[in-house]
């Protein structure tokens, strides 16, 4: 296979792997997301999501990613937690399940990446998790980051000023 074709492959698959899960996982029930699975539940390490904000500032640099979540009829914008929200239970559960399915989202392409060894020398797939990591981890971390947050406001109806940036 040429290179040039094996690059234009590679690519493709990226498209539709990115695309695909976001994709897949919109037309995945809600219910599926509204309860803590093992893959979604917080870890003690994460202090319910400081460790995020503490050691990776990602106060800092999380709007600078862009934010997909309506991009498919139906779907749910999750940049930012509007103050008349802050009290709406409904809204809040609908937030923190959707937290839930974007991280979902990110972690599929991740997933994925070890296809690339079925048809790809291993010299060049051994770069795909790579790859996958570093494109698919942000988004993440943000979502880990943030469920912790609206779970606490969720339950006590407490948002922290300096946690609102």
Not at 53 to 66: A, E, M, Q
Not at 93 to 122: C, K, M, V, Y
């Amino acid at each position: 296979m040429s290179l040039w074709l094996r690059v234009l492959l590679i690519a493709a698959n990226w498209v539709l792997f990115h695309i695909g899960s976001g994709f897949a996982t919109h037309h995945m029930p809600a219910r599926f997301f509204d309860h803590e699975s093992p893959l979604f539940k917080t870890r003690a390490f994460e202090a319910e999501g400081r460790l995020y904000r503490r050691v990776l500032r990602i106060h800092r640099w999380k709007d600078l990613l862009p934010e997909a979540g309506a991009t498919f009829a139906g779907g749910f914008a999750k940049r930012s937690l509007f103050p008349e929200h802050r009290t709406d239970q409904a809204y809040l559960q609908r937030f923190i399940a959707e937290t839930r399915r974007a991280e979902l989202t990110h972690w599929l392409p991740i997933a994925l990446s070890a296809t690339f060894f079925l048809w790809n020398p291993p010299e060049i797939a051994s770069w795909m998790p790579v790859y996958a990591a570093a494109t698919n981890l942000p988004f993440i971390l943000v979502q880990r980051a943030n469920r912790p947050r609206l779970q606490r406001l969720a339950k006590t109806g407490q948002f922290r000023r300096t946690e609102a940036s």
